[in-house]
């Protein structure tokens, strides 16, 4: 087989979290009853006149200024003409000749170190509306005909379907750190399209293309790009050749399937909006958009390794979402120990919310508990292994530890008089072991120690134990 070089560029759409449409006053809320929240506008009523909702323009300059884009200051919106049942108007209103960014870059940190996607274009749109198909019908919603979206085109500068993970993955991230989406690809805040070719490693000109669609995760967009790169270079293995096409991603299946043959641009017919005016942006305008864009993920992720000397990978995990890293930020600053507040939050804490599928604004145990469960280890109130079992009790009840601690008597044992006691009741109920520790059989420390632990119910102090025990064997 010849090696084959892949070439991927994506085309990524973004709902941005407006309370209106972007061309109407009805809420941008798609998930309520079908079809209620629609008006002559977003329904392409003759005669309703498009106005541009200043929020969506505001989102979308944030995410162009925090990639580095290039805002134009006099764009376009234009008419791309198609028919399509949940579009009423027979266009969807877009940009095309003069979109309102373009450039810009997105990091990514691949196997071979950190990669910059270059970006080509990115610009405003509305969304269309949704059709479902039951099994003797089909019916639309159109709550979501209207809802702006950002369109973001990558240049076709990926090279494998894990790259395209972690580019999607990456501007998930980012939208949430913007606050101008969800991004969550499931509920189809974030959408993917992927253009795919691949050809013969040296050859000049590339591969004929598909356009892959409709993969609703970001796993789902790396799983089909390596079911189609697979497809295409054995097509060409066998002596084929790929056919221009769109096609569908099947996830149950695994495979993808054509759609139909691909449109070329010109198809669209598009022409400028003649209902809405070129968008001037002013320059103060923009500088007070580039006020709002807040510490991003790579640079909280670094931060966080220099100011509280955790590994950069606690610190990537910890900036996963921002409202992790504030709940992170809140448990060090309360308990004054960084290394502990993240691996308590790395282990038990994000267990919880994985397991509840809920995010930290959601969770029943404020960072303040943690931080005050951490203190009682660290002053030797309690055990760390006791204190995982206050963590379920934190999470099953919301209550705080130190209300758990005295409800349960769960205070670690330090006073020496009752190790000792324990200590003596294992000796008398194991002669035969002391024998034999006696005898040469070192070992059998350990399970001293472990039998003194079981006796206080696992809350002696466990130096303490280790101290008394040698002592008294020491002795003997
Ligand atoms: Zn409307």
């Known amino acids: 087989m010849r090696d084959y070089e892949i070439i991927i560029g994506l085309e990524i759409h973004v709902q941005l979290q407006t ?10 809320e798609f998930q309520a009853e079908p079809n209620t929240n629609t008006c002559p506008v977003c329904l392409g009523m003759p005669g309703a006149l498009p106005v541009l909702n200043k ?3 505001e989102l979308a300059c944030r995410f162009i200024l925090a990639v580095g884009g ?5 764009s376009l919106f234009a008419r791309k003409n198609y028919f399509y049942p949940d579009l009423p108007k027979g266009y969807q209103i877009s940009q095309h000749e003069r979109p309102l960014g373009k450039s810009g870059t997105i990091r990514i940190e691949t196997e071979d170190g950190m990669k910059e996607i270059m970006l080509q274009g990115i610009h405003l749109e509305e969304d269309a509306g949704k059709s479902f198909h039951l099994e003797d019908s089909s019916n639309i919603d159109f709550n979501r005909c209207g809802t702006p979206l950002l369109e973001i085109v990558t240049m076709p500068v990926i090279k494998n379907a894990h790259e395209a993970y972690l580019l999607l993955y990456r501007i998930r991230q980012l939208v949430q750190y913007l606050e101008i989406s969800s991004g969550d690809m499931e509920k189809g805040a974030l959408r ?5 070719s691949v050809r013969p490693q040296g050859q000049h000109e590339y591969g004929i293309r598909t356009e892959v669609k409709n993969m609703n995760s970001i796993r789902g967009v790396e799983r089909a790009l390596s ?26 299946m695994g495979r993808t399937d054509t759609m139909r043959t691909k449109e070329e641009s010109p198809d669209y017919r598009y022409f400028p909006e003649p209902d809405l005016l070129a968008l001037e942006l002013e320059d103060d305008w923009l500088e007070e ?11 909280k992720r670094d931060r966080f390794v220099r100011e509280y ?18 709940y992170f930020e809140e448990t060090a600053r309360l308990c004054g120990n960084p290394k502990q507040a993240s691996n308590w939050i790395m282990t038990e804490i994000m267990k919880i919310m994985k397991d509840r599928q809920i995010s930290p604004d959601e969770l029943n145990i404020p960072p303040k508990n943690v931080a005050d469960l951490i203190k009682s280890i660290e002053n030797g109130t309690i055990s760390g292994k006791i204190a995982k079992e206050i963590v379920a009790e934190m999470a099953a009840s919301g209550k705080a530890p130190g209300e758990i601690i005295e409800a349960h008597g769960l205070e670690q044992i330090t006073d020496k008089k009752v190790i000792e006691q324990a200590v003596e009741q294992v000796f008398r109920e194991n002669p035969e072991n002391l024998k034999r520790y006696f005898d040469g059989q070192d070992k059998l420390f350990g399970y001293f120690v472990g039998q003194v632990m079981i006796k206080t119910e696992g809350k002696a102090n466990p130096h303490l134990v280790n101290e008394i025990l040698k002592d008294k064997l020491d002795g003997r």
Do not use: M
Not at 192 to 196: G, H, P, R, T
Not at 291 to 296: M, R, V
């Open 19 to 28: 309370r209106t449409k972007i061309f109407c006053v009805c809420k941008n």
């Open 55 to 57: 929020k969506a323009v």
């Open 70 to 74: 290039d805002i134009n200051n006099n």
């Open 192 to 196: 993917c399209d992927a253009n795919v």
């Open 227 to 252: 079911y189609e790169i697979s497809r295409q270079i054995n097509l060409l293995e066998e002596g084929g050749f790929v056919v221009q096409e769109t096609r569908l991603w099947d996830e149950s």
């Open 289 to 299: 958009i580039k006020e709002t864009i807040p510490e991003l993920p790579l640079e």
């Open 309 to 326: 000397k955790i590994p950069p990978y606690d610190a990537g995990v910890l900036t996963i979402t921002p409202q992790l890293a504030n």
